[in-house]
């Protein structure tokens, strides 16, 4: 799908923006990530990404609900591209799948330019959210596709920290 195309799904009603079904707002990235950086100063990094891992969870089943429904004949490899393409229009960077199995489940995923690039910098961890929101989605997918899995994956590099782009590894829970 090109990014034009993307565009006409969008449906602007009564001051409200619908996509697939589900209503969206558009926010500035320096304010998202604005956010994000004042949520690490109340409770810490580690309780923000728990806390938006546990909110991506409902967000997580319902664009994968959408996605497959949108998608049928995809398979999960070509499913989760489709998210990252989501997330590239979204705004949220150039996200490329440089490795993928499906069993055991292990993937490998760049992005460049992600929406807090200029924003937050200097850290001394990773600190991408969406990786933490993508976790979510994929379990979420995969299990409307019939394989039951939990996942984990570690932020290996990360412009917040200075490096060129931001990379993650995930692999399946024993
Ligand atoms: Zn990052």
Redesign the pocket.
Known sequence: MKFEDHIKQFQLQRGAIYYAGRRLVIVEAEYLAGLQQKMEEIIGTDGTFAIIRDASLEGGRRIAKALVTMFKDLLPEELIKAFFKLLEFGGFGLSELKEFSLDPFKMTVT?EN?Y??GTITGASE???LF?TMAVAFIEALLKEKGYDKEFTYE?T?????G?N????KFSQND
């Open positions: 992005c992600t807090l690039a990773p600190r991408c990786f932020e590099q990360c412009v917040a920290k490096d782009i931001c990379e993650s």
